[in-house]
T-cell receptor, first 112, second 118 residues
Framework: EAQVTQNPRYLITVTGKKLTVTCSQN?????MSWYRQDPGLGLRQIYY???????DKGDVPEGYKVSRKEKRNFPLILESPSPNQTSLYFC???????????FGPGTRLTVT | AQSVTQPDIHITVSEGASLELRCNYS??????LFWYVQSPGQGLQLLLK??????LVQGIKGFEAEFKRSQSSFNLRKPSVHWSDAAEYFC????????????????FGTGTRLKVLA
C-alpha cells in the first residue's frame, strides 16, 4: 500500500519565520504534489513534480518553494510565512501511467 | 474552464438510510473522475474512480458512483449509510493541466460534509 508521510503534522509559527514541511514516500512513484485545503475552497494545488529535478507551479504557488533532489522526498518551503498561509497541507503521490493519487495525512499549519 | 461543483455543502441522513452525493463537472474531453473521503483529522482516501467502460463503478466501503455523460455528473451513492460514514467527501476530475510538461492534474470540488444521525 502506498505510504506518504508528512512532518510535522501540526505546526504553529510566527510571521516571517522560515519553515519546511517534509513529504516522503516509500513507493518510488515519480509524481508528487502539494495541495492546500481551505474551508469552502476544496483542495488547490501548490506545486507538483514529475520526477527528480522537475517541478512546476500549480494553481496557488505564491509564497511557496519546493525542491525534488531525491525521488522519495518533496519538501514544501515557506521562506517567509504569512497568516494567509494558515491552512491544511497535503502531499500526494502518483505512479506514472496511472491517474489516481494517494495522499499523506496532512499538516495543519497556523501562522500568527 | 474546467471545474467541479458539489452543490451540497452539508447533508444529514439517518443511519441505515440511502445516500446520494452530487457532483457535476465541466471539462471538454472525457474526464477521469474520482471520489475521495476525508474523515476528521485524516488524509484523503480514494473511494472509487472512473476512467472508461462501465458507467457504474464500485468502490470501497460499499460505495458506488455512476457516470452520466449527458448530465456531466458523477454522483456517489450508498444504499445504507453507517455512522462511520460521517466524513467529508470530495469529487475530483483529472484533466490535462497547464505547465511545460502538459501534465495531468486534479480539480477538486469544495466538498460535501456528511452527518449521520443515530
Amino acid at each position: 500500500e502506498a505510504q506518504v508521510t508528512q512532518n510535522p503534522r501540526y505546526l504553529i509559527t510566527v510571521t516571517g519565520k522560515k519553515l519546511t514541511v517534509t513529504c516522503s514516500q516509500n513507493m518510488n512513484h515519480e509524481y508528487m504534489s502539494w495541495y492546500r485545503q481551505d474551508p469552502g475552497l476544496g483542495l488547490r494545488q501548490i506545486y507538483y513534480s514529475m520526477n527528480v529535478e522537475v517541478t512546476d507551479k500549480g494553481d496557488v504557488p505564491e509564497g511557496y518553494k519546493v525542491s525534488r533532489k531525491e525521488k522519495r522526498n518533496f519538501p514544501l518551503i515557506l521562506e517567509s510565512p504569512s497568516p494567509n498561509q494558515t491552512s491544511l497541507y497535503f502531499c500526494a503521490i502518483r505512479r506514472t501511467g496511472t491517474y489516481e493519487q494517494y495522499f499523506g495525512p496532512g499538516t495543519r499549519l497556523t501562522v500568527t | 474552464a474546467q471545474s467541479v461543483t458539489q452543490p451540497d455543502i452539508h447533508i444529514t441522513v439517518s443511519e441505515g438510510a440511502s445516500l446520494e452525493l452530487r457532483c457535476n463537472y465541466s471539462y471538454g474531453a472525457t474526464p477521469y473522475l474520482f471520489w475521495y473521503v476525508q474523515s476528521p483529522g485524516q488524509g484523503l482516501q480514494l473511494l472509487l474512480k472512473y476512467f472508461s467502460g462501465d458507467t457504474l463503478v464500485q468502490g470501497i466501503k460499499g460505495f458506488e458512483a455512476e457516470f452520466k455523460r449527458s448530465q456531466s455528473s458523477f454522483n456517489l451513492r450508498k444504499p445504507s449509510v453507517h455512522w462511520s460514514d460521517a466524513a467529508e467527501y470530495f469529487c475530483a476530475v483529472g484533466a490535462l493541466g497547464k505547465g511545460t510538461s502538459g501534465t495531468y492534474k486534479y480539480i477538486f470540488g469544495t466538498g460535501t460534509r456528511l452527518k449521520v444521525l443515530a
